[in-house]
């Protein structure tokens, strides 16, 4: 199994030398990297992004650092994981996409 990098370059041209493709096969890294002027690896986080500064970032003014990080973590463990609706996952939110999928039952934590 692959192991999982997360790192954001410096620049572009580290993503696509040589000598970075042969380190990270050595190392038995699969990169994630389509073709150069491809954005499509991209495309899912900057929709999430997108998102997350439509429906929440935009709409309310932020005073401190604080009330703005509980804003984004209650946006995504309460609102977007279990109550918002996503086309992908055939307008289920992701908590009820998966319980049907694993034909669990919701927890209390889930369904609160």
């Given at each position: 199994m692959p192991i999982?990098?997360?790192r954001r370059p410096l620049e572009f041209a580290q993503y696509t030398s040589g000598a970075l493709r042969?380190?990270?096969e050595q190392n038995g890294i699969v990169q994630s990297l389509s073709r150069p002027r491809q954005c499509w690896d991209n495309?899912?986080?900057e929709s999430w992004f997108a998102t997350l500064k439509e429906e929440l970032i935009y709409c309310h003014p932020w005073p401190?650092?604080?009330?703005?990080?509980?804003?984004?973590f209650e946006f995504i463990e309460v609102f977007y994981n279990r109550v918002r609706r996503h086309s992908s996952l055939g307008s289920l939110s992701p908590v009820e996409y998966e319980r049907r999928k694993t034909g669990q039952a919701l927890t209390r934590t889930q369904a609160a």
């Open positions: 999982v990098v997360l042969q380190l990270l495309a899912v986080a401190t650092r604080a009330m703005a990080k509980r804003a984004i």
